[in-house]
């Protein structure tokens, strides 16, 4: 894999602003079976909900292999199509309320390549900081994916398309049982 052009990636930024409705805490609420289903304005959001919000938006054409927009906007454009994240160290300062826009801002601090079992991966340590908008001193949460835990780009992984639970001489009758084919969302989905 060429790594030389990785670094050049470190210090780029990402942001997104956001207007935090009740809806996507009201479902979660009801997902999670909550006593409490209506976050309406101004209450606080609980933890972890900010993951609601900040959502990229990009045509089904836009999106890579994983389903997420393609690596070459903000992740670098490495040719590992698949996407894993490992964790993150949250840092909570002041709880969100709901009906307040906020501003989050993604920073790339470290892209470091590596060889492991599955093959070539590339980890890519991000930073997301989260402020009320245009408060650049008002930091209410700050979420650090560090190098042992961050986005991991990793290669293709090409599954059998049968049943595990399928016999061998079910698969051996079964014209369409293929161990090696790779079906493409994008062919099927596109109009």
């Known amino acids: 894999m060429k790594t030389e052009n990785l670094q050049e990636w470190i210090g780029k930024t990402e942001e997104r602003s956001d207007l935090l409705n009740a809806f996507p805490a009201n479902a979660m609420a009801a ?11 101004n209450k606080n959001l609980p933890p972890l909900w900010h993951w609601l919000y900040f959502l990229p938006i990009f045509k089904l054409s836009d999106a890579g292999y994983d389903g997420h927009a393609a690596l070459g906007d ?4 490495v040719q590992l199509p698949r996407r894993m994240w490992a964790g993150s160290r949250i840092e909570f ?8 826009e906020y501003k989050k801002t993604s920073k790339i601090k470290n892209v470091t390549a590596k060889s492991g079992r599955s093959g070539d991966l590339v980890f890519v340590t991000v930073s997301h900081d989260l402020n009320l908008h245009n408060w650049k001193t008002c930091l209410l949460i700050t979420n650090h994916m560090d190098c042992s835990s961050s986005i991991v780009l990793r290669p293709l992984l090409v599954l059998p398309l049968a049943s595990a639970s399928m016999s061998k001489s079910t698969l051996s009758q079964t014209s369409w049982a293929s161990t090696d084919k790779v079906v493409n969302p994008l062919s099927v989905l596109s109009v």
């Open 31 to 41: 997902t999670l079976n909550h006593k409490q289903l209506d976050y309406s304005e």
């Open 74 to 77: 903000f992740l670098p454009p």
């Open 93 to 100: 300062l002041s709880p969100l309320k709901v009906g307040n």
